[in-house]
């Protein structure tokens, strides 16, 4: 789990590899623990392979922008997985 972060964008990105086997997901937390609605991590396919940047989804898609400025913990969840990297960025249009 990060430390408590303010980002700005649209969309959250990893760099990450995964054996055949393995994976990554992803949670949004707010600082009270509890998962941001639509961003937890069973709400997360998880993420196969090798990627400099992958855009995270969840069921209800990749938009993270009503979370922008507003302080949140990113919980990772890994199964035989390396993460090099994650940020934010704004959709390309």
């Known amino acids: 789990m990060t430390k408590p ?17 393995g994976g990554l997901r ?5 600082l009270n623990g509890r998962s941001a609605t639509g961003h937890g ?21 990749s938009d993270v922008s009503a979370l922008a400025g507003r302080p949140v913990r ?4 890994l199964r035989d997985a390396d993460l090099y990297a994650f940020g934010f960025r704004n959709r390309a249009d």
Do not use: M
């Open 5 to 21: 972060i303010l980002f700005e964008g649209d969309e959250l990105v990893v760099n990450v590899s995964t054996s055949a086997a």
């Open 26 to 30: 992803v949670q949004i937390e707010h």
């Open 41 to 61: 991590l069973t709400q997360c396919p998880e993420i196969y392979g090798d990627a400099i940047e992958h855009t995270v989804k969840w069921q209800s898609g």
């Open 74 to 77: 990113l919980r990772f969840a």
